[in-house]
């Protein structure tokens, strides 16, 4: 006898962010969804968008 239980009750990730610096002055971050069986999302949407990377790094800090 087996008992199963449902993935998303494990899978604790479910994005994965990427920052970008395009400019001296600009800063995005971009977010990739986690899909259930693993795999990355090809596209990628940008979630924040800062002037400077200590604000992107406290922006993330609190995600």
Known sequence: MSTMMPLHKFQQI??????VEMAND???V??????????LSTIARVVFFARSKEAVDSWMATQ
């Open 26 to 28: 600009s800063w995005w």
């Open 30 to 39: 971009y977010r990739r969804t986690i899909g259930y069986n693993g795999t």
């Open 14 to 19: 479910r994005h994965v962010d990427e920052i």
